[in-house]
């Protein structure tokens, strides 16, 4: 049996590594005295993996953890044992079942949903983001296995809207890929709208939400990536 936790990693978290959020999971996972699977060896640990990896500087409400479970355990339990273990500004909000033969979360991934809100200052590069879904191409440095190179990332942008708030500032709504044949990272496309019109933007400006995590080749009907296959679920 495996348990998927959906959790929130809030603002205030924001900064907080990979590598440190591992650690944190752990020691929950630890605390919450849940029948938990775990590595052999003189240094045991949680058999888990994130469905992906965060990137510094977002925060978000739809993260999940992969737990693999060493004996059957009640969904609210593990739902109530693991919020009473994770520090503040992080909470559990939903868990499901699925079998040991499940697919891993990250091998479904497909899509990711963001939210980039900008300050009135650099309110104009949400709506100059949407420039970007005329272009037939769009060439852009990145990181590869074998070193940094120029690509198109214009298949990696699906969707982009963009609403001006009362107050000033403007929201970009972005659906990107996230896979492993290509992922598009949202300061890049910040980076890639601002430059169109010579915008000033620095990493960092602007708040990045990642609000939801999909599965489907086609963005069009993609859907949250914890559908099929789950056994039970708590809350219902």
């Not at 590595?39 to 990896?53: E, I, L, V």
């Not at 500004?89 to 479904?108: C, E, F, K, L």
Request: proline letters at 4%; one cysteine or more; a neutral charge.
């Amino acid at each position: 049996m495996r348990i998927l936790f959906e959790f929130v990693k809030g603002a205030r978290l924001r900064f907080v590594s990979l590598l440190d959020m591992q650690r944190l999971m752990q020691r929950a996972l630890r605390r919450s005295g849940l029948p938990i699977r775990y590595s052999g060896g003189y240094s045991p640990h949680a058999a888990m993996s994130f469905a992906s990896a965060l990137g510094i500087g977002v925060w978000s409400t739809c993260e999940i953890l992969d737990v693999k479970m060493e004996s059957e355990c009640p969904l609210q339990e593990a739902f109530e044992r693991m919020n009473a273990a994770l520090p503040a500004d992080m909470r559990i909000t939903r868990v499901s079942a699925v079998a040991d033969g499940h697919p891993a979360s990250m091998a479904r991934l497909s899509w990711a949903d963001y939210e980039i809100i900008f300050e009135p200052a650099q309110a104009r590069i949400a709506t100059d983001a949407l420039e970007l879904l005329a272009q037939a191409e769009i060439m852009a440095m990145r990181k590869t296995k074998s070193g940094e190179k120029e690509t198109d990332v214009r298949p990696l942008i699906a969707t982009l809207a963009a609403q001006t708030l009362a107050d000033g500032r403007a929201v970009l709504r972005a659906r990107l890929r996230l896979c492993e044949q290509g992922t598009l990272k949202p300061e890049l496309l910040i980076q890639l709208a601002a430059a169109q019109h010579g915008v000033e933007y620095n990493t960092g400006d602007a708040e990045i939400i990642r609000r939801a995590l999909l599965t489907g080749d086609d963005a069009s009907t993609a859907r949250p990536i914890i559908t099929d296959g789950v056994l039970a679920t708590y809350p219902g």
